[in-house]
C-alpha cells in the first residue's frame, strides 16, 4: 500500500495550519482570502523592512505577505472554480453538474479506521503463548502468610497495603536506574512477568481481598496487574522527579521508569515488535497512539503537582483497579469490588481525621479522582483499539488467558 496521502500541512505562506490547496499552494484560509481581496495594490505601497516575518500573533505587515503569495506560486489563474457553489447564487442551478466531493475513505474504497491497514501483513496464523504459570504464582502469593512485614498492628488495610508498597519501592530507590534503549521480545516479557507478581504481592496485603474466593482474586488480578503497572510507573517517575535524579540537564521531558528498576525515554527508545506483529513499531505506534508520550507527559506533571502521599498514592491504585475489575466482570466480581471500595473509602477518611488532621478533604480527593479519569480515558481508548487490532489480525501471537492483556 502507498504511504498515506498527505492533504494539508503548514501554510507555505505564515507557517500556520493550512487547509488545503488554493490558488496553487497549500494554505490556511485567512492567506488565501487575503490573496483573494489584495488586487494590485502591491504596485503602490512598499515596505520598509522588506523582510517582515508574516505571522507573530497577528498578520502585521500586508506587503510582505502579498510578496510571500506570489513568491511560492500563487497565481489567480489557477483559482478553483465551482469550489462552493453554495456560496455563489448564480451558480446554484448547476450543482447537480459537480460531483459530490469524496472524503480520503471513500477515495481509497476502505473504511476510515483502516486506511493505515495493510491486509496481506495481518496475521491469521497465531503462535499462542501460555501465561497461565503467571495465575499459578499468583493464587500461590494469595494463599501464603504476609506476615514478614513485621509485628506492627496496622489500624486499616489502607495503612498495611501502603507499607507494603513502601517497601517494595525502598529496594528500587536503593539502586540505580538503567536506561533502557531497546525494548524487545525479553524485555517486554521481563517487564510483565515482574509487574504481574509485584502486583500480586502487594494487593495480597489488602485482608478483605483475600478473604474473597480464589477465583473471584484471580479474575480481579488479570484486570489489576496492567493498570497498576501504568500508574505505579508514573508515581515512580514523578518521585524520582522530585529527587531530581531522573534525568541530567541536557535531557528533556519524556523519561519514565518501567518495571525493573530502569528509565526510558519515550521519544528515543527503540522497539522491536518483530517477535509479534509484521507491522513495524511505528505501523503499530500510529494505530495504538500516536500521542501517548504527550498524554503521559500531561499526566505526570499533573501527578507531580498534586503529590499525593504514599496512602493517598494506594487509595488511587486500589480505586483504579477495583473499579475497571467490577465494570469488566460483573457478578460476584463486581459485588466484591463495590464492597471493598466502602471499606477503602472509610479507611482514607479515617486517615485524613486521625492521621492528617483534616476535616475538609473534599478538594483533595477530587484532585485525586480527575487524575484516575484522565487514565480511565486512556485505558478506554487502549481497550478499543486492541479490539480491533485483534479483528484485523495485527498481531501475530496470541494469549492463553487473552482477558488479561486487553490494556497491552
Not at 59 to 78: A, N
Not at 107 to 123: N, V, W
Not at 177 to 196: A, P
Request: charged share 25%; proline share 2%; aromatic share 10%.
Amino acid at each position: 500500500m502507498p504511504p498515506a496521502l498527505h492533504i494539508s500541512g503548514l501554510c507555505e505562506i505564515c507557517d500556520q495550519p493550512a487547509f488545503g490547496r488554493h490558488f496553487g499552494v497549500i494554505s490556511c484560509r485567512a492567506c488565501a482570502a487575503f490573496f483573494r481581496r489584495s488586487g494590485n495594490w502591491l504596485k503602490q505601497k512598499k515596505c520598509n523592512k522588506q523582510n517582515c516575518k508574516i505571522f507573530e500573533e497577528s498578520y502585521k505587515c500586508k506587503i510582505c505577505r502579498l510578496k510571500k503569495c506570489y513568491k511560492v506560486g500563487m497565481d489567480v489563474s489557477k483559482f478553483q472554480k465551482n469550489r462552493d457553489l453554495l456560496s455563489n447564487s448564480s451558480n446554484y442551478s448547476q450543482r447537480s453538474k459537480v460531483a459530490t466531493p469524496q472524503s480520503l475513505a471513500n477515495f481509497l474504497g476502505r473504511p476510515e479506521f483502516m486506511l493505515c491497514f495493510e491486509p496481506d501483513r495481518a496475521s491469521s496464523t497465531k503462535t499462542i503463548i501460555d501465561v497461565s504459570y503467571l495465575l499459578e504464582k499468583a493464587s500461590r502469593i494469595f494463599q501464603q502468610d504476609t506476615s514478614y512485614l513485621g509485628p506492627y498492628e496496622y489500624k486499616s488495610s489502607l495503612e498495611r497495603i501502603t507499607y507494603a508498597m513502601t517497601a517494595m519501592k525502598s529496594k528500587k530507590m536503593n539502586k540505580s536506574l538503567e536506561s533502557c534503549e531497546m525494548i524487545g521480545k525479553r524485555e517486554t516479557l521481563f517487564f510483565w512477568e515482574l509487574t504481574f507478581i509485584g502486583s500480586a504481592q502487594w494487593l495480597a496485603e489488602f485482608q478483605e481481598f483475600r478473604n474473597l474466593d480464589m477465583d473471584v482474586k484471580l479474575d480481579i488480578q488479570k484486570s489489576v496487574w496492567t493498570i497498576w503497572m501504568r500508574l505505579a510507573a508514573l508515581a515512580e517517575t514523578s518521585e524520582y522527579n522530585r529527587m531530581n535524579v531522573l534525568k541530567s540537564e541536557e535531557e528533556e521531558d519524556g523519561l519514565f521508569v518501567c518495571s525493573g528498576g530502569a528509565r526510558v525515554n519515550m521519544e528515543e527508545v527503540k522497539m522491536d515488535l518483530s517477535w509479534c506483529s509484521n507491522y513495524s513499531a511505528e505501523e503499530i505506534g500510529r494505530f495504538m497512539g500516536p500521542k501517548v508520550g504527550a498524554n503521559w507527559n500531561h499526566l505526570l506533571n499533573d501527578l507531580t503537582k498534586l503529590n499525593p502521599t504514599n496512602t493517598e498514592l494506594n487509595y488511587m491504585l486500589l480505586h483504579l483497579c477495583l473499579h475497571d475489575a467490577g465494570k469488566k466482570y460483573q457478578g460476584k466480581v463486581l459485588e466484591a469490588t463495590e464492597k471493598l471500595l466502602g471499606i477503602l473509602a472509610d479507611n482514607l477518611h479515617a486517615y485524613y481525621l486521625n492521621k492528617m488532621r483534616m476535616t475538609n478533604y473534599s478538594g483533595r480527593i477530587a484532585q485525586m479522582m480527575k487524575i484516575n479519569r484522565m487514565i480511565e480515558v486512556e485505558l478506554r481508548d487502549r481497550r478499543e483499539k486492541n479490539y480491533l487490532a485483534n479483528v484485523f489480525d495485527l498481531y501475530k501471537i496470541e494469549y492463553s488467558h487473552p482477558e488479561m492483556f486487553e490494556l497491552i
